[in-house]
């Protein structure tokens, strides 16, 4: 088990743990350092750098540095794609697109990126990765057959098989700016069927959003639209108090 993995472990085994999605197209360098400083004190458990699509090797390796020197949590790369690899975060999120319909993203491009994410000495993060209704740009640079959100069989087959593929985690994505969550419903169904780590991302906003996901059964909560929209305010301060809740802290 990788450093990274091992500490994601050793975090849950207390209570829930939360990512902070900063994309460096859009918060990059000094201003990525600053929000993620400002959102370790307040309590997350690892920066993922990433989300947008275009994002230039140059752009994220200056921000992973600048967010590296900042932090002492891990620093991992949400990829768009091998062009969004840096030596200078701690690991990647090797991630399947579960349902997408373009092979590159299930599995093609990771072959391609594996030579440079084991010549960079990055960690790889095993996880699978589905996309719920609506999905918003993600579903759609992705080409996606979203999961409908009122299909809870066909998330838990999703999840079940990425599961006994071997992946450590998987990951139910609403997509970035989504107007709602992954219902409750289906965090909780999957949940039901797998043993791994259930990450929950997309159109979480509020401390009552993080409260009804977390007791559905997510493991780990995933925000990034909330900082861009309002900075380290009222809603991300609910969100981290709820992790925290889990934790008895």
């Keep these: 088990m990788g450093r990274v993995l091992e500490y994601l472990t050793t975090r849950l085994a207390a209570g829930a743990v939360h990512f902070t999605l900063i994309d460096p197209e859009k918060s990059g360098g000094e201003r990525a350092a600053e929000v993620a400083a400002g959102a370790v004190a307040l309590g997350s458990d690892v920066i993922l750098l990433g989300g947008s699509t275009g994002i230039s090797?140059?752009?994220?390796?200056?921000t992973a540095k600048a967010v590296k020197r900042a932090v002492?949590?891990?620093v991992v790369i949400f990829p768009e794609g091998p062009s969004s690899l840096t030596p200078?975060?701690?690991?990647?999120?090797?991630?399947?697109?579960?349902?997408?319909?373009?092979?590159?993203?299930?599995?093609r491009v990771h072959a391609r990126a594996a030579p440079a994410i084991?010549?960079?000495?990055?960690?790889?993060?095993?996880?699978?990765?589905?996309?719920?209704?609506?999905?918003?740009?993600?579903?759609?640079?992705?080409?996606?057959?979203v999961v409908p959100r009122e299909d809870l069989a066909?998330?838990?087959?999703?999840?079940?098989?990425?599961?006994?593929?071997?992946?450590?985690?998987v990951y139910l994505e609403a997509g970035s700016g989504a107007?709602?969550?992954?219902?409750?419903?289906?965090?909780?169904?999957?949940?039901?069927?797998?043993?791994?780590?259930?990450?929950?991302?997309?159109?979480?906003?509020?401390?009552?959003?993080?409260?009804?996901?977390?007791?559905?059964?997510?493991?780990?909560?995933?925000t990034g639209t909330v900082t861009e929209e309002e900075g380290l305010g009222?809603?991300?301060h609910d969100i981290l108090a709820e992790v925290r809740r889990t934790r008895g802290s």
């Design 57 to 62: 090797p140059q752009g994220m390796d200056s």
């Design 72 to 74: 002492t949590v891990p």
């Design 88 to 107: 200078a975060a701690d690991a990647v999120l090797f991630m399947s697109l579960l349902n997408s319909r373009n092979l590159d993203l299930v599995i």
């Design 118 to 145: 084991r010549t960079m000495g990055l960690e790889p993060i095993p996880m699978g990765y589905l996309v719920i209704a609506p999905g918003m740009k993600v579903g759609e640079v992705g080409r996606v057959d």
């Design 154 to 169: 066909l998330a838990q087959g999703y999840a079940l098989a990425a599961q006994y593929l071997g992946m450590r985690m």
């Design 179 to 222: 107007p709602s969550p992954v219902p409750a419903a289906m965090v909780r169904a999957v949940r039901e069927v797998v043993s791994v780590p259930v990450i929950v991302g997309g159109g979480i906003r509020t401390g009552a959003d993080a409260r009804t996901l977390l007791e559905a059964g997510a493991q780990v909560l995933v």
């Design 234 to 236: 009222r809603g991300f």
